[in-house]
Structures are given as structure tokens and as C-alpha cells.
């Protein structure tokens, strides 16, 4: 800090007018110092009375010891008030500088410092300086209020994923917040302008873009407008972005455009698989509906009472709830047909079924095992009824005998039981298997071989 030294003589008087325009003044203290050649000492030669309400030390003491004030001033400020001080001394100048002090209460207050040095030296050498000190505690508080609003608020807007840009209508060139170049997959310092922008709009949606603006610049009083839009990024990546803008005119005839960019990509994919979950489902019913009116239709023509009837239905529906079941279970996703063949066997007694390990590697649709399911059902009835388990002995296994391709081929074999009779015509099983399956490339191939009813499943698999 610049040395300080006490007056060893009588200081000389202020300039009249300087002192008349002090004594009027109310916005802060007025001083007048003046300073040794070479700066080695210093001293106030006239402080006014406003010393004591603005620093809590009177005129008289600083006026009699000028570190009286400079005391006051904080530690983490005085190298500001140095620096000022020796810069406009070396240049001959005037220094503004703004400064804490802590006064004799321990109250902390900012203060404005503003000095004008002399051109005529004083007649010893000695140079004079013209200054104020002002208080500016409450604009510096108001300052730093704002200054935590602008932060709250830009740590907000950061946590939205908010980007900001400005446009003044007609020029070419775009003002754009480091977030909103990072939404179109630009760096931090990439200089931006109408023409690039409209070059990252996807070709698709920028006349969609040029029709928003223009229906909001051409109404008098201007506008806002919204709109969605897919930005493509250098490297080829597209994201979805939402935009938020208002056109306001001014007197002169010009437009001030400013708006906001929100990446909404993940919130359109969610919107699309919705979409596509609400045809698969629509599309899922429609055949599930199907697939009861063919099974009552079925049921009607082969039952013989309406005992018969209600029984074999409901034997069905419930093998085909089993199986929606497991698909429920499975998010409507992929399967494995070993476990569908659990689900829908258990009824009839597993330990009676000779299921292949390798089945666990046959990975189906859930459309496909709807269908599976009643087949399979189907099947295991006419064993009870008619085939190898109604009797003890008999035994059904089920095998893969082919996996390649994205097709599974599955054999059913009955051994044990009576030598099934050769049908005629279709069984129900068979022609259900058939139409759930067709567009899909699944078909059933029934065998009546003296051992045994077999039948060879073939249908399409998927990842597993």
C-alpha cells in the first residue's frame, strides 16, 4: 500500500469552489489530498463533514491521520486501490475504483472511489487530487442478487437442456448460446449464420420453418411460433429439436427474433414405439379375436352336446390364456418354446413328456406362440383321448429336429399307445395351425405311423 504520513505542517486550503461544492453535495464524502513528490507521504488537506456518516471516523481525525480511512479498507481490496493509484499517477490522469470497507462498528460496506489529479503542481512539488467517495453498498448488493438470479437461473436452464438464440431479422448473422451449438452438434467457438443454420436443418422440415417465421413476422404487433424439426449434425447424426420463438417488431421498421432449441429425440422415439406398440397390440387383438371365433366355430361343428361343447371350449380358450400369460410375462417380446410347452403340458402331467434339452435354444414370436400353444394343446388332448396317453404306458416326446435358416423344425411322437387311425380331412389343430401361421411361413405335417401319431412342426424363429 503507498506510504501514508501524518501533516507536519499546517495543511494549506481547499480551493473555495471545491469546498462550496462539497458542502452542497449529498451523494457522498468529498476530499481533497495531496501527495509528496515521489508519492512519499500523503495527506487530506480538506475531507467533508460527510466523512463521519459514510465511514464512522469524523473529518477531524482524517484530516489529522489519513490512515484514519485507509485503514478501513479491506484487505482483499487494497491491492486494487494501489494499483489505481500508482496507474494514474504514472499517467497523470484521474482513477475509479471500486472498493469494501470495513468500518469501526465491523459493518462491511462497497464504496466508489473517483480521483482527478491537478496539472499545476502544488508550489512545493506536491500534486493535488480531487475526489468522492460514494456508497454503493445497496447497487453492489442488488448486483450480486442478480448476479445469483442469473446463476440460479442459468443452472436451471442448464438442468432443462435449454439452448438460447438470437436473430436479428434481415442480417446473417445468428447469436446462439453454447448449449444451442451443442444441440446441433457444434463446438463451444463455431461461428454460426442463417445460411449454416438452415444447411443443419434437415431439407425435409426448413420450409416448414420458413412458413412459422413468416406468419409471425407478418402480424403487426409480431408473434410467437412453435415447431418441431430434425437437425442434422457433421458427423451425420439427426436429433429432434423444439422450438420456441417471438418475433418483436420495433419503431424503425426492423425485428428482433428470439427463441429457444430443447432437444425432444428421446421423447419422439418413446412417441414412435408408442405408436408402433398401439398397431401391435390393435394388430394382436385383431387376431386374438379371430383366433376365438375360428376355436368356437371349430368346437360347434366337432362337439356332439352342449356339455361337450362348453368343455372342449374352455379347454381351449384356457390353453390359449395360458400361453397370453407367458407372453404377458415376456412384455409381449420373444419366448422360448420350451417354456411355452411347460406352461401349456403341465396340465396333462409333464413327467409323461420327453421334452429335448436343445428346445431351450428355440426362441419364437409371440404371435408364433399363440398359435404354438393351441396346437401343442390340441395335440396332447387327442393323446389323452385317443393316442399313446390313454393308456399308462404311453409317452409323447418332443424334439428339434432342425434349427437353421430362422426356421425351427419340431417332431411330436406318440409311442405306447394304440395305433392311431389315419383321418380323412384336416383336424381342428391342424387347419388352426395352418391359418395362424400362413403369413408367417409355419405349417404342420401330421403323420399316422403304426407306432404312434407323429406330427413335424415347422415355424419361424427369432433372436433369442
Not at 452542497?24 to 464524502?29: A, D, E, P, V, W
Request: net charge neutral.
Amino acid at each position: 500500500m503507498s506510504a501514508l504520513g501524518k501533516a507536519e505542517t499546517s495543511p494549506p486550503m481547499a480551493d473555495p469552489p471545491f469546498r462550496a461544492l462539497a458542502d452542497t453535495m449529498s451523494l457522498g464524502m468529498a476530499f481533497q489530498m495531496l501527495v509528496a513528490p515521489g508519492g512519499a507521504t500523503r495527506r487530506f488537506i480538506f475531507v467533508s463533514e460527510s466523512c463521519q456518516a459514510l465511514n464512522g471516523v469524523s473529518a477531524a481525525e482524517a484530516l489529522a491521520d489519513p490512515n484514519a480511512l485507509y485503514r478501513l479498507i479491506t484487505p482483499e481490496s487494497r491491492e486494487r486501490m494501489t494499483l489505481a493509484e500508482t496507474q494514474a499517477s504514472a499517467r497523470g490522469g484521474t482513477f475509479d475504483v471500486e472498493l469494501t470497507f470495513k468500518l469501526p462498528n465491523g459493518e462491511v460496506r462497497w464504496n466508489r472511489i473517483a480521483a482527478t489529479r491537478r496539472i499545476v503542481p502544488w508550489p512545493d512539488g506536491s500534486v493535488l487530487w480531487d475526489g468522492i467517495q460514494i456508497d454503493i453498498t445497496e447497487r453492489k448488493r442488488a448486483e450480486l442478487e442478480l448476479e445469483q438470479q442469473r446463476n440460479h437461473l442459468a443452472l436451471a436452464v442448464e438442468a432443462t437442456g435449454l439452448g438460447f438464440w438470437r436473430w436479428e431479422a434481415g442480417s446473417e448473422q445468428l447469436l446462439w448460446s453454447d448449449r444451442n451449438r451443442a444441440l446441433f452438434g457444434l463446438p463451444p467457438d463455431a461461428p454460426n449464420d442463417v445460411a449454416g443454420y438452415m444447411e443443419a436443418v434437415h431439407p425435409d422440415d426448413r420450409e416448414q420453418i420458413r412458413q412459422a417465421y413468416r406468419g409471425a413476422r407478418d402480424r403487426p404487433e409480431g408473434g410467437d411460433f412453435s415447431m418441431e424439426y430434425r437437425a442434422v449434425a457433421p458427423d451425420g447424426r439427426i436429433r429432434w429439436i423444439l422450438a420456441h420463438a417471438r418475433v418483436a417488431p420495433r419503431p424503425d421498421g426492423s425485428a428482433l427474433v428470439v427463441g429457444t432449441s430443447l432437444d425432444v429425440t428421446e421423447r419422439r422415439a418413446a412417441e414412435e414405439r408408442q405408436a408402433l406398440l398401439t398397431r401391435e397390440m390393435a394388430h394382436r387383438a385383431k387376431n386374438g379375436l379371430a383366433i376365438v371365433m375360428a376355436i368356437a366355430s371349430q368346437t360347434a361343428r366337432n362337439a356332439t352336446s352342449v356339455e361337450q361343447y362348453a368343455d372342449l371350449l374352455n379347454a381351449r380358450l384356457s390353453a390359449m390364456a395360458q400361453s397370453q400369460d407367458l407372453i404377458t410375462e415376456s412384455g409381449g417380446g420373444p419366448l422360448r418354446f420350451a417354456d411355452l410347452l411347460r406352461k401349456v403340458l403341465a396340465p396333462f402331467g409333464l413327467a409323461r413328456f420327453d421334452l429335448a434339452p436343445d428346445l431351450d435354444a428355440v426362441v419364437i414370436s409371440a404371435e408364433v406362440g399363440a398359435g404354438a400353444a393351441l396346437l401343442v394343446h390340441e395335440m396332447a388332448t387327442n393323446a389323452v383321448k385317443y393316442g399313446a396317453l390313454s393308456v399308462e404306458a404311453g409317452r409323447v416326446s418332443v424334439r428339434r429336429s432342425a434349427l437353421e435358416g430362422g426356421v425351427a423344425r419340431i417332431e411330436w411322437r406318440e409311442a405306447g399307445g394304440p395305433a392311431p387311425g389315419v383321418s380323412s380331412k384336416p383336424g381342428f389343430g391342424t387347419r388352426l395351425m395352418q391359418a395362424a401361421l400362413r403369413n408367417q411361413g409355419g405349417k404342420v405335417e401330421p403323420r399316422y405311423a403304426p407306432e404312434g401319431f407323429q406330427a413335424l412342426l415347422e415355424f419361424p424363429t427369432v433372436a433369442g
